[in-house]
Nanobody
Framework: QVQLVESGGGLVQPGGSLRLSCAAS????????MGWYRQGPGKRRELVAG???????NYADSVKGRITISRDNAKNTVYLQMNSLKPEDTAVYYC??????????????WGQGTQVTVSS
């Protein structure tokens, strides 16, 4: 089994910053693509940013220049540094990881979600 545990969400004022972390643990042989998604009130879940094992990244247009994704392969952890936050960034943020398990089965796993609220 593989678990993803997220941390770092909270309430922040517009223009502020937050750093989210997502640590994968369990029966992991190697972690592949990892990413962050978000789902705002009344909205569909959308990709915020993704990163592959080589460090290549991609971002939603709405967050480019404000949000940076990174990872520590040794710790199977992915981070999301969010700066210049706007009220429209308010959402539950979920991490996703494509994991090759110790028994060589590849699956996608999701974290439980962490709330980010941007409000004055």
């Amino acid at each position: 089994q593989v678990q993803l545990v997220e941390s770092g969400g909270g309430l922040v004022q517009p223009g502020g910053s937050l750093r989210l972390s997502c640590a994968a643990s369990g029966s992991i042989y190697v972690a592949g693509d990892m990413g962050w998604y978000r789902q705002g009130p009344g909205k569909r879940r959308e990709l915020v940013a993704g990163i592959n094992s080589g460090g290549d990244t991609n971002y939603a247009d709405s967050v480019k220049g404000r949000i940076t994704i990174s990872r520590d392969n040794a710790k199977n952890t992915v981070y999301l540094q969010m700066n210049s936050l706007k009220p429209e960034d308010t959402a539950v943020y979920y991490c996703k990881a494509n994991i090759l398990s110790l028994v060589r089965i590849r699956s996608d796993y999701w974290g439980q979600g962490t709330q980010v609220t941007v409000s004055s």
